[in-house]
């Protein structure tokens, strides 16, 4: 993203109000207005070009259900997902290519209706998607293994396996485990592609959560358990700051890269939807790791540390956490949908473990919860619309270069991660549910 800032006035405070307008094919303008010393209206214009690219589908414009149009119903996870059905029909068509990360991620969120609810609607979409990528002999059809991304989707194969007893599911999820023995790594976390060493936050979540349910549902926990755990502490030792948040990323070869920082091959920020892969996969491992394992309670401190970092930077207006997690006196930043519905379900999940005071961070997970709301409208045909997210973010060399993504409509993440929070919350397995 090339950015040329023109700024009317100097940031100071807090913004009201923040527009984006389509000027031209790929070009943008936005526009702050916040109150400046002397409470005086002043205004910010920032003119950006954006890099086409591609992105996700708005899905079958035929598609139908049956919800009034209007503001979110008081429980969403269910109408989501059915939204996401219905809009995609074929999975294959919803993202910018046919087999990513986001619909194992998503998968995961359908395994838990499934779980929750018995409605093989859930379950069937899973497979017949996964099916395309899987030939009766247990073959792997699916992306090539030479990014952390294309390992994610490996979990649903261990899901199905488990929901179905079918060996095809084991012997393709088997053919993908094979490919981590020789995945390149430093300091013990992988790189996020095999032909650079980046290691992004992002792709901790991963690879993490495809071994994880690997060792849960088919076998060989020492070995994977051994491998997430390494990961995750190594991310730690890396992008963790004294505050308890993590950074995006961090490389070895920092003259390679524009975000990172010549001497220390850092990344400069926070970023909320990254740390909330983090997050998530690290409430997932604590979930079904051994307390006896070895690196349990470091990994155990690593997690609190985070959740007190995310409590101490929860925006006391609305509940949510902006897009650079620890800078939300920036005027020009932004509550971020995705990030939120992260935080609120690796909370709820902390909570639900009893790694977490209920007392002190239940309410948390709540408030957060209340404020993905807004972002949820019903349209005209009766899906769940979800709003204000932005789609596909990479490793980015500035503040500014985040908050100045455009957003859209239903940006994939976004989607997925308010389908994880409304499930835990609505659905929660200690009978506790969360309320809005």
């Known amino acids: 993203m090339a950015i040329t800032l023109k700024p009317a006035c100097a940031i100071s405070a807090c913004a009201l109000l923040l527009c984006v307008t389509a000027a031209a094919q790929n070009?943008?303008?936005?526009?702050?207005?916040?109150?400046?010393?002397?409470?005086?209206?002043?205004?910010?214009?920032?003119?950006?070009?954006?890099?086409?690219?591609?992105?996700?589908?708005?899905?079958?414009?035929?598609?139908?259900?049956?919800?009034?149009?209007?503001?979110?119903?008081?429980?969403?996870?269910?109408?989501?997902?059915?939204?996401?059905?219905?809009?995609?029909?074929?999975?294959?068509?919803?993202?910018?290519?046919?087999?990513?990360?986001?619909?194992?991620?998503?998968?995961?969120?359908?395994?838990?209706l499934y779980d929750a609810t018995g409605d093989g609607r859930f379950l069937d979409y899973i497979r017949d998607y996964i099916d395309h990528f899987v030939d009766r002999d247990g073959h792997y059809r699916g992306g090539a293994l030479t990014n952390l991304d294309n390992f994610m989707t490996g979990s649903a194969f261990c899901t199905l396996y488990r929901r179905t007893g079918d060996e095809k599911y084991r012997t393709a999820a088997t053919q993908i485990l094979s490919a981590v023995e020789g995945y390149p790594s430093c300091d013990g976390q992988f790189w996020h592609g095999n032909k650079s060493p980046a290691m992004w936050i992002d792709g901790v979540f991963m690879m993490q959560m495809f071994l994880i349910r690997y060792a849960q549902h088919i076998g060989r926990s020492e070995y994977c358990y051994d491998i997430a755990c390494r990961n995750v502490l190594a991310a730690a030792k890396h992008l963790q700051r004294p505050d308890g948040l993590l950074l995006h990323a961090w490389t070895t070869t920092p003259d390679k890269v524009a975000w990172a920082d010549p001497d220390t091959g850092l990344s400069p920020e926070s970023w909320s939807e990254g740390m909330g892969w983090y997050v998530l996969v690290t409430a997932e491992l604590l979930a079904v790791l051994p307390r006896s394992h070895k690196d349990y309670g470091a990994i155990a401190d690593i997690y609190?540390?985070?959740?007190?970092?995310?409590?101490?930077?929860?925006?006391?207006?609305?509940?949510?956490?902006?897009?650079?997690?620890?800078?939300?006196?920036?005027?020009?930043?932004?509550?971020?949908?995705?990030?939120?519905?992260?935080?609120?379900?690796?909370?709820?999940?902390?909570?639900?473990?009893?790694?977490?005071?209920?007392?002190?961070?239940?309410p948390v997970a709540q408030d957060g919860y209340r404020c993905l709301s807004p972002f949820i409208v019903v349209n005209d045909h009766g899906l769940l619309d979800v709003v204000g997210g932005c789609d596909g973010v990479p490793v980015k060399k500035d503040f500014l270069s985040y908050v100045t993504i455009p957003k859209m409509t239903n940006a994939k993440e976004t989607v997925v991660g308010m389908l994880w929070a409304a499930v835990i919350m609505e659905l929660s397995a200690d009978g506790t549910a969360g309320t809005r």
């Open 27 to 112: 070009h943008f303008t936005i526009d702050t207005q916040f109150t400046g010393e002397n409470y005086v209206e002043k205004k910010l214009t920032y003119q950006i070009t954006v890099k086409e690219r591609r992105t996700t589908s708005q899905g079958d414009t035929s598609a139908r259900l049956s919800y009034p149009p209007g503001d979110a119903p008081a429980q969403w996870a269910i109408p989501l997902a059915e939204s996401i059905m219905a809009r995609y029909p074929d999975y294959r068509t919803a993202y910018y290519k046919d087999y990513t990360y986001v619909h194992g991620y998503a998968f995961e969120a359908f395994d838990r």
């Open 304 to 362: 609190r540390r985070m959740a007190l970092g995310l409590k101490q930077t929860q925006d006391p207006r609305t509940g949510g956490w902006f897009m650079v997690v620890d800078k939300g006196d920036n005027p020009v930043n932004f509550i971020d949908p995705s990030g939120t519905a992260m935080f609120v379900y690796a909370i709820r999940r902390g909570v639900e473990l009893g790694l977490l005071p209920r007392k002190q961070y239940l």
